[in-house]
C-alpha cells in the first residue's frame, strides 16, 4: 500500500470520527501517520489537516461556544506551544514515538472506564488545560485530551462541547500552523500529501456530520478508543525497534 493511499485512508477516517464526535481527528491521523513516515513529516501534514477540519466544524458550532472559555484556554495554550515545538525539535523520534503511544493508551483506556469527573471550578484550571494542551499541540498536534477532560468535568451539554472545542482548536491550529512555517516544515512534499488528503477530509467529516444523530456516539467512541489502544501499543513497540 502506497504512503499516498495510506494518507487518503487514515483522513477519510479520522475526518469521519471528527466530525461523529467532535473530536479525534488528530489522535487518529498523527499516530497512524507517525508510524508510516515520521514524527516530523506527520506533524506539519497533521496541523494543515487540523486546521481545515477546525474551520469546517468552528463554522458548523459557531453558535454553541462559549468565548471566555476558550479565550481562557487560548491563553495558556499559547504559553505551552512553544515548549512543545522544542520537544519536537530536540527530542529523539524512537522516545517521541514511544512517549505519543503510551500517552494514547492510557487516554483510551481511562476514557473507557469513564470516572466520573470532579468539577474545577478554579480558573487555573482552565488555564492549565490550556497551556498541557499547547505542549501537547506543538510536539503532536494533540491538543484535544486535556479539554476533553476538562469539558467533562464542567457537564457541558453536546453543543457546548462541540462547539467549544471546536473553537478553541480552531485558533490553536492557526498559531500551530504559523509555528511550522516560521520553522519551515511545510516541505513541497507536506504540501503535496495535503493536497491529496483533502478530498478524503472533506468527504469524511461531511458524512460524520450527517450521521452523527443517527449513531450511538457513546458505542461509537469505545469503538475509536479501541482503535486507540491498538495503535498506541504499535507506536510503543516501532518506538523501542529504533
Request: hydrophobic share 55%.
Amino acid at each position: 500500500m502506497t504512503t499516498e493511499i495510506i494518507i487518503v485512508v487514515t483522513i477519510l477516517f479520522a475526518s469521519f470520527v471528527r466530525g461523529v464526535l467532535g473530536f479525534g481527528a488528530a489522535l487518529i491521523a498523527m499516530p497512524v501517520l507517525s508510524g508510516f513516515t515520521s514524527v516530523y513529516e506527520a506533524a506539519p501534514l497533521v496541523a494543515l489537516i487540523g486546521l481545515s477540519n477546525d474551520t469546517l466544524l468552528g463554522a458548523y458550532y459557531r453558535r454553541s461556544f462559549d468565548w471566555a472559555v476558550v479565550s481562557q484556554l487560548l491563553v495558556g495554550s499559547v504559553l505551552g506551544i512553544p515548549l512543545g515545538f522544542l520537544v519536537l525539535r530536540f527530542a529523539p523520534e524512537s522516545g517521541m514515538l514511544s512517549a505519543l503511544g503510551l500517552a494514547l493508551v492510557a487516554y483510551a483506556i481511562y476514557a473507557l472506564l469513564s470516572p466520573a469527573m470532579p468539577a474545577l471550578k478554579s480558573r487555573r484550571w482552565v488555564y492549565g488545560t490550556g497551556f498541557v494542551s499547547g505542549i501537547l499541540n506543538g510536539s503532536y498536534n494533540l491538543p484535544g485530551p486535556p479539554v476533553i477532560l476538562y469539558g467533562n468535568s464542567q457537564g457541558w451539554s453536546q453543543e457546548k462541547f462541540k462547539g467549544t472545542l471546536s473553537s478553541f482548536l480552531w485558533g490553536n491550529a492557526i498559531l500551530i500552523v504559523l509555528g511550522h512555517g516560521i520553522q519551515h516544515r511545510f516541505s513541497s512534499l507536506v504540501l503535496q500529501q495535503y493536497l491529496v488528503a483533502m478530498p478524503s477530509l472533506f468527504v469524511g467529516t461531511f458524512i460524520g456530520i450527517a450521521l452523527s444523530k443517527t449513531f450511538d456516539p457513546l458505542m461509537f467512541r469505545k469503538v475509536v478508543l479501541f482503535i486507540l489502544v491498538v495503535i498506541g501499543l504499535r507506536l510503543v513497540a516501532l518506538g523501542m525497534q529504533l
